[in-house]
């Protein structure tokens, strides 16, 4: 068989289009498996913390305050998983720029939607905890403890 240049670069095209797939796959299902145990970290926290939400809003917190708060920590909690993802690949990338002579950085366009994707996460995820945390009344609250 005759290889030309042209299906070769194909060929080539066609594997790195499969990686390509194969890393959207595993990140798609890492942001998803993240964003699960954010939820329950933060469905914990609300369990946990009822009483000190009871307490806030029996002395004039609003509803709005509260889920504010919720909402904050998820997003917080997954902008800091963000930031040492891209700490680890940026780590990563210098280490094998390093051993192989490949620079491998990212753009500043690739870091900001690392970090824009990071913080919808944190919303998604911490919206149900955030309003079960805003839905309780304070009697209701302060009685479970």
Same mark, same amino acid.
Do not use: N, W
């Given at each position: ?20 797939? @194969? ?18 970290? @933060? ?13 806030? @809003? ?12 919720? %909402?904050?920590?998820?997003? %917080? ?8 993802? %891209? ?10 720029? %390093?051993?192989?002579?490949? &620079?491998?950085? &990212? ?21 149900? &905890? ?7 009344? &304070? ?7």
């Amino acid at each position: 068989t005759k290889i030309t240049l042209a299906s070769y670069l194909k060929t080539v095209d066609r594997i790195l289009g499969g990686i390509t797939a @194969m890393g959207v796959v595993a990140a798609s299902t890492a942001l998803l498996v993240g964003g699960i145990g954010v939820a329950g970290i @933060m469905s914990t926290a609300v369990v946990e913390r009822i009483r000190e939400i009871g307490v806030r @809003m029996a002395i004039g917190a609003k509803r709005r305050h509260i889920l504010f708060q919720f %909402l904050a920590e998820a997003v %917080l909690i997954c902008l800091a998983g963000g930031m040492a993802g %891209l700490l680890f690949g940026l780590l990563l990338g210098g280490t094998l720029d %390093l051993l192989t002579g490949f &620079p491998l950085m &990212p753009t500043l366009s690739g870091v900001l939607t690392g970090l824009i994707v990071s913080v919808l996460v944190g919303l998604a995820s911490g919206y149900y &905890p955030a309003r079960r945390a805003a839905d309780f009344l &304070p009697v209701e609250a302060l009685r479970r403890e």
